[in-house]
């Protein structure tokens, strides 16, 4: 079974750093353009970030700078390194297979608030 | 940036067709999907490739894409299709584009 799990969220305090893990199951994540994508609290979704079968990254403009996507191939999990976070931050956060059309892990809560 | 308009709420009564658009420049020209949310529930996909069901997905959901508007349709709705829905296209900056999203609902 095709599965994503996220990991990692939590309380932070404005400035503050945290990592947030995607473990995937049933495929590998090498082979599949894995991205994050947050849901702010009562708003719509907002792409963040995508790592590509190549190894190469995007990001959102209001990220670029603060987050860095990663993967660990031996660990078959994508990580997303978030630093000098803001409140506007604070959303929930999917990890999500592309695969025509994107697969949804059920996501894990950053608060960033003082 | 590329830019998706969906209508914020749609209402429909049971039994009944509902529509739901999402408009873009030329978004006839790329690939468009949508993704159903219910309260609480991470976003499924519904449709891709502008007309295609995932596996599980019921018949009643079926979408379409041409000139600058994108529509996925939901024929006989029940009161379990009431959600949010979003659709989404690949682009060049930002990699990936949601429209606003729309809420569904079932009266």
């Known amino acids: 079974e095709v599965q994503l799990v996220e990991s990692g969220g939590g309380l932070i305090q404005p400035g503050g750093s945290l990592r947030l893990s995607c473990a995937a199951s049933?495929?590998?994540?090498?082979?599949?353009?894995m991205n994050w994508v947050r849901q702010a609290p009562g708003k719509g979704l907002e792409w963040v970030s995508v790592i590509y079968t190549d190894g190469s990254t995007s990001y959102t403009d209001s990220v670029k700078g603060r987050f860095t996507i990663s993967r660990d191939n031996s660990k078959n999990t994508v990580y997303l390194q978030m630093h000098s976070l803001r409140d506007e931050d604070t959303a929930v956060y999917f990890c999500?297979?592309?695969?025509?059309?994107?697969?949804w892990g059920q996501g894990t809560l950053v608060t960033v608030s003082s | 940036s590329y830019e998706l308009t969906q209508p914020p709420s749609v209402s429909v009564s049971p039994g009944q067709t509902a529509s739901i658009t999402c408009s873009g420049d030329?978004?006839?020209?790329?690939?468009a999907c949508w993704y159903q949310q219910k309260p609480g529930q991470s976003p499924v996909l519904v449709i891709y490739?502008?007309?295609k069901r995932p596996s599980g997905i019921p018949e009643r959901f079926s979408g379409s894409n041409s000139g600058n508007t994108a529509t996925l349709t939901i024929s006989g709705t029940q009161a379990m299709d009431e959600a949010d829905y979003y659709c989404q296209v690949w682009d060049s900056s930002p990699y990936v584009v949601f429209g606003g999203g729309t809420r569904l609902t079932v009266l």
């Open positions: 490739q502008d007309t």
């Open positions: 030329k978004l006839g020209d790329k690939y």
């Open positions: 999500a297979r592309d695969d025509q059309g994107f697969y």
């Open positions: 049933g495929f590998t994540v090498s082979s599949k353009y």
